[in-house]
């Protein structure tokens, strides 16, 4: 089935961590894009790509660093500069920019 | 800047009741509008893309409308039940290069028995 794949479901990281989270989509699609959500707010743009080995901060993205190496997969890696990572994150994809995008079943993470 | 709005946050229902959810957007100038739905803990579902040059979008009991020049969707949900139990988000794609969906803060529906 094609779609959108983000590992772990949960994570667990201790203060002073980096922890990367995992993205791989089967869509084909040249645009990637990292999502935050918290409580009460709408979801806040991290790093999007639109092709391989080029992306682009968005609103939020200090303490966050991101790779594309490959078309299918676009990790995030949340580093220790992150003073508040708790949150869920939401990766997702379209063809293009302003085209339908798709969202993968996110992942949920925890400071501890 | 380009901001989304879903009024109301929250809206209960009882079952079989037909139902209109708003989403109004600051700039006219977009490229189209996506309406998602999300359950508790999980992803986002897309459910229906309207492009800027339509003005209705359907899929089965779900009905989106686009009033560009009013900066208006709305999403209408035909016979509610149980199941379409969620928070519904409103998205824009702008335009002038920002490349990114704008996101509502969402409504969240719940169809009582």
């Known amino acids: 089935d094609g779609g959108i794949t983000q590992s772990p479901k949960y994570l667990f990281r201790k203060e002073g961590q980096n922890v990367t989270l995992s993205c791989e989509q089967n869509?084909?699609?040249?645009?990637m894009y990292w999502y935050r959500q918290d409580p009460g707010q709408g979801l806040r743009l991290i790093y999007y790509?639109?092709?391989?080995?080029?992306?682009q901060k968005g609103d939020i993205a200090e303490g966050y660093s991101v790779s594309r190496e490959k078309k299918e997969s676009f990790p995030l890696t949340v580093t220790s500069a992150q003073k508040n990572p708790t949150a869920f994150y939401l990766c997702?994809?379209?063809?293009?920019?302003?085209?339908?995008?798709?969202f993968g079943q996110g992942t949920r993470l925890t400071v501890v | 800047k380009q901001e989304v709005t879903q009024i109301p946050a929250a809206l209960s229902v009882p079952e079989g009741e037909n139902l209109v959810l708003n989403c109004s957007f600051t700039d006219s100038a977009i490229y189209n509008l996506q309406w998602f739905r999300q359950d508790p803990g999980k992803g986002l579902t897309s459910l229906l893309l309207i492009q800027s040059s339509q003005r209705e979008q359907t899929s089965g009991r779900l009905n989106a409308s686009l009033d560009k020049s009013s900066g208006r969707s709305t999403l209408y949900i035909a016979a509610s039940q149980p199941g379409d139990s969620a928070t519904y988000l409103c998205?824009?794609?702008?335009?002038?290069?920002?490349?990114?969906?704008?996101f509502g803060k969402g409504t969240k529906l719940t169809v009582n028995p």
């Open positions: 790509s639109q092709i391989v080995n080029d992306f």
């Open positions: 997702a994809s379209s063809t293009g920019p302003n085209t339908e995008a798709f």
């Open positions: 998205a824009v794609w702008p335009q002038g290069g920002s490349e990114k969906l704008v």
């Open positions: 869509l084909n699609h040249d645009a």
